[in-house]
């Protein structure tokens, strides 16, 4: 990511989460107290209740925090924990092979590499259960990794169910609906954050790598890695190309 383009990266980061975090609130009004949604909470907060592991140092109030929790009180006086933290990764189809034959080519694949980093990076410094915690991974084309949709699935059935008047009554068809909406949510915000991220590149970026500042001019958005010809030759095309790339919505991973 080039120095011009990491505000609108992070907008677009902030985006998702606080997409994740609208979605979730029907279900707090709906069941009654039963269910909290959480927004930027520590880790080490009473709510989560993590602990630090020995030798990593003390809790960063920036750093240290999940982008979203939806929390849900169970009959049996235990509680439902789902702790999401969003990541997305620009997919390098530059590096076939490196880890297998296609690997870095399948859909997916990049989205799956963010999230098993980022469940590495929490699961280092805090007692985390992996049950509990999602890394919601996104490739910048627009791919969901798996324990995207898994938080897909989970805050879907949360919500159908708090939402549901009587219990099974239309039960599959309203998490369904519950699953599109919250994938539109997403994808929406999200791609709304790549547009965002190409204008600034064309009007800041693209200037100062064509005028030698930061080196040769790539694509951003765009799958692939290095230099784009195309983009180098015309500057008007990074805009096209990565609003075309944007307009894709986002899918599972296969």
Known sequence: VCPETKGAVTRRHNGVRD???RYAQPA??????????????????AALGY???????????????????????????????????????QPN???????????????????????????????????IHNDEFYACGIETNGRLGERAMDVVEVLAATVSRAMMSKPGAGKSARFQQQKRILIERISVA???????????FRC?????????????????????????PAIAAAPGALA???????????????
Request: proline share 6%; charged share 20%.
């Open 19 to 21: 997409a994740v975090y």
């Open 28 to 45: 707090v009004r709906a069941s009654g107290g039963a269910v909290t949604v959480l927004w930027e909470p520590r880790m080490d907060s």
């Open 51 to 89: 602990v630090r592991k020995p030798g990593t140092g003390p809790a960063d109030d920036k750093k240290d925090r999940a982008d979203v929790a939806v929390i849900r009180a169970l009959p049996n006086g235990t509680a439902q924990k789902v702790v999401i933290d969003v990541t997305s990764r």
């Open 93 to 127: 189809v530059d590096v076939v092979g490196a880890l297998g034959p296609g690997d870095a080519a399948v859909a997916g694949h990049w989205a799956k590499v963010s999230e098993d980093r980022k469940l590495a990076l929490y699961s280092s410094r805090w007692n």
């Open 190 to 200: 999200f791609q709304k954050g790549n547009a965002a991220i190409a204008r600034v």
């Open 204 to 228: 800041k970026g693209y200037p100062n790598k064509a005028a030698g500042v930061l080196g040769a001019p790539v694509a951003v958005g765009v799958v692939g890695g290095g230099v784009n």
């Open 240 to 254: 096209v190309a990565a609003d075309a790339a944007a307009a894709a919505p986002l899918v599972p991973a296969a």
